[in-house]
Each structure stands twice: as C-alpha cells, then as structure tokens.
C-alpha cells in the first residue's frame, strides 16, 4: 500500500482550495459534485489533499457539525481492496464498508471504523 490522499473537512473548498494552492504550490487536479458534496483533489507530489465540502445531509455534514473542519481520513491506495478488507477483517478491525463501493474519481474504496485503527478513519482507495 502506499499513500493516496488526505481528506478534509471543510465548509468552503474553493476557498481552502485557493489557500493550500498558494500556500503549497498544489493545484486543482480535479473537481467533482459526488454524494451530495462538491470534492476537490490538490496535487502534491506524492498523494492529494481531498476537499470535502457538504451541500446536504450526510456523512461530511455531520462531521462538521460534530468536530468543525479539519483532517477527516487518510486513504492508502491498495491493488487489492478485497485482500486489504479481508486482511483488516483478519486482525479484528471493524469494517464501515464490508465491500468496495464508489467514490471519488471512480475509484472503489471501503472505510475502516477509527474505533478499530486508533481513532484515525482509514479509507482503503482501488484505482
């Protein structure tokens, strides 16, 4: 596995966008409308910064309303997210996702509970 991305909560992702890309040099690599909430990627040389911005109820939205903004989970990307659920099954680590499902980009990606990975939400990413 190696590292794919961070994702962060935010109630203003064109705004924190235009910041990180000033700040860091991490342009825009894509931008999309998906489950409710506009997710912008930032390019860095090795991973994205993934922009969270909720337009409706759901998962983003809550969170914000729970913690405000900040880091909301790390993505690994893996080749074999099936193995990856299976291996994390394997060490007792309690599932969100019990089977890949779509997300950002197309990809398919599985969340592991952050009661089981140490308090950090964990997204396994299949490109």
């Known amino acids: 596995m190696e590292f794919d991305h961070l994702g962060v909560a935010t109630a203003d992702a064109t705004g924190l966008a235009a ?4 700040l860091f ?4 690599a894509h931008e999309e ?10 390019e ?3 991973g994205y910064f993934e922009l969270l911005e909720p337009h409706e109820d759901g998962a983003i939205g809550r969170y914000l309303e729970n913690n405000g903004p900040g880091i909301h989970h790390v993505a690994l990307q ?17 599932l969100i ?6 997300g950002a ?6 969340f592991l509970h952050p009661k089981s990975t140490g308090g ?7 490109h």
């Open 19 to 22: 910041l990180f890309t000033e």
């Open 25 to 28: 040099d991490a342009p825009v």
């Open 33 to 42: 409308e998906f489950d409710g909430m506009t997710v912008l990627f930032l």
């Open 44 to 46: 860095l040389e090795d």
């Open 78 to 94: 893996t080749d074999d997210i099936e193995g990856a659920l299976e291996t994390a099954r394997g060490a007792g680590v309690e």
């Open 97 to 102: 996702d019990h089977e890949p499902r779509p």
């Open 105 to 110: 980009w197309g990809h398919d990606v599985a």
């Open 120 to 126: 950090v939400l964990v997204e396994f990413v299949s």
